[in-house]
C-alpha cells in the first residue's frame, strides 16, 4: 500500500448518519480512508437504514458506543446537538482522538464541543461546503464532497498534525480544503448559505399564504424562478433552525444590510430608475458567470 492510499484512521465514527454523515461514511469506505467505520445516530431506523445499505460496518443508538476505540468521531448532527453530545462522549474519547464536525456554523463548535473534550483529544472543526435539499442515510452519496470546498477553522494551538490529517480526509473525499478562523467563516456563510436559505423560507412561505387561486397559479408557473426557491425552502427544517439560532449576529448583520440594499431596489422600481435597475442586474451577473468559471455552479 501506498502513502498515499493507505488508511487515514483506524476506525471512524460518525455520529448522525443523515445527508452529509451517510456521504462520508460512504467516502470513507469507497476511498479506503479508515480500517473500520461505524455511526452512532439517535434514530435507530437510520441505524437500520445504514446496516441495511452496507455503508457502515456497526451502528448503534448510544453514541458512546459508537465511540469506543475510534481515532476519528466526527459529529454530523444538526449544531443545535453538539454540546449534549459532546458532554456524552467527552470522557469515552481514546487519548489522541481527533474529533471534528460537519456543522454549517463553527463558532458554535469551540463554545460547545471544546469544553467537554479531555486533554489529549484534538479538536478540528470543518465544514464541507456541499449539501442537498434530502435529508436521511438515503440521500448521501460519496461524490458529494467531489470539487467542493471544505472549511477547517482549527482554533489557535491546535496540533498541526491533527488538522492535517482532517484536512487530507477531505482531499481525499476530492474537496479543496481551505482554513480560516470559525468567525470569518460564519460571517461569510452568512451571506453566502444562510440568507439566501432564509429568503427561499420567505419567499416560498409567502405564496404559500396567498389565498387558494393564486397558490393554485404559483405551482402552475413556478418554473419563472420561484421552482429554484421551492428546492431550497425544502431543506432541513431542523437543520436550518438550528443554523439561525447559533449564527444570530452574522445572519442580523447581513440581514440588515440586505433590507437596505431591497428597499433601494425597491425605490428604483417605484421612481423608474431603470438605470440602476440595470446596472445592478449586470453587475449581478457578472458574479454568475464568476462561478460557473470556478465550477462551483
Ligand atoms: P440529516 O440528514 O437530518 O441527519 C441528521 C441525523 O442525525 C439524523 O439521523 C438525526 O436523527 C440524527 N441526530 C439528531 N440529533 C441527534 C443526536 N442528539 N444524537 C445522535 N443522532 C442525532 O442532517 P444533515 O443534512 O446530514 O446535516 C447534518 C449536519 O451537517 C448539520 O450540522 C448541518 O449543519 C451540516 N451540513 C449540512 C449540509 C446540508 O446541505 N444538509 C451541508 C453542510 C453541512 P433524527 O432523524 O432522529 O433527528
Known amino acids: 500500500m501506498t502513502a498515499s492510499t493507505a488508511p487515514l484512521f483506524d476506525r471512524v ?12 461514511a460512504r467516502a470513507v469506505a469507497e476511498y479506503g480512508l479508515a480500517r473500520t467505520v461505524v455511526c452512532g445516530d439517535r434514530s435507530e431506523a437510520a441505524c437500520i437504514k445504514a446496516m441495511e445499505l452496507g455503508i457502515v460496518d456497526a451502528a448503534y443508538t448510544d453514541p458512546v458506543t459508537a465511540v469506543d476505540g475510534a481515532d476519528l468521531v466526527v459529529l454530523a448532527t444538526p449544531v443545535g446537538t ?32 471544546a469544553p467537554s473534550l479531555p486533554d489529549g483529544v484534538h479538536l478540528v472543526p470543518g465544514h464541507p461546503v456541499a449539501g442537498t435539499e434530502h435529508s436521511g442515510p ?18 489557535p494551538g491546535t496540533q498541526a498534525e491533527a488538522t492535517e490529517k482532517v484536512a487530507e480526509l477531505w482531499r481525499r473525499c476530492g474537496s479543496k480544503v481551505e482554513i480560516m478562523e470559525a468567525s470569518h467563516h460564519d460571517r461569510v456563510l452568512a451571506i453566502t448559505s444562510h440568507l439566501p436559505h432564509l429568503i427561499a ?23 419563472g424562478g420561484f421552482r429554484d426557491f421551492t428546492r431550497i425552502a425544502a431543506s432541513d427544517p431542523v437543520m436550518w433552525r438550528d443554523v439561525f439560532l447559533n449564527n444570530r449576529e452574522a445572519v442580523l448583520e447581513i440581514l440588515q444590510r440586505f433590507t437596505e440594499d431591497l428597499t433601494a431596489l425597491q425605490r428604483a422600481i417605484r421612481w423608474g430608475e431603470g438605470d440602476l435597475l440595470q446596472e445592478t442586474f449586470t453587475k449581478t451577473r457578472a458574479i454568475r458567470r464568476g462561478i460557473i468559471d470556478a465550477k462551483q455552479a
Do not use: H, N
Not at 84 to 113: F, H, N, Y
Not at 140 to 154: D, M, N, S, V
Not at 208 to 223: C, G, P, Q, R, W
Open 13 to 24: 465514527a460518525i455520529i448522525g448518519i443523515g445527508l452529509i454523515g451517510s456521504s462520508l
Open 201 to 223: 423560507y420567505t419567499i416560498v412561505g409567502t405564496a404559500a399564504d396567498l389565498e387558494e387561486d393564486t397558490k393554485s397559479e404559483v405551482i402552475k408557473f413556478s418554473a
Open 138 to 155: 438515503e440521500a448521501g452519496f460519496a461524490a458529494l464532497f467531489q470539487g467542493r470546498w471544505c472549511i477547517l477553522t482549527p482554533p
Open 82 to 113: 453538539f454540546a449534549a453530545v459532546a458532554e456524552e462522549i467527552g470522557l469515552s474519547l481514546a487519548p489522541g482522538a481527533i474529533v471534528t464536525d460537519v456543522g454549517s456554523v463553527k463558532q458554535v463548535v469551540l463554545r460547545d464541543v
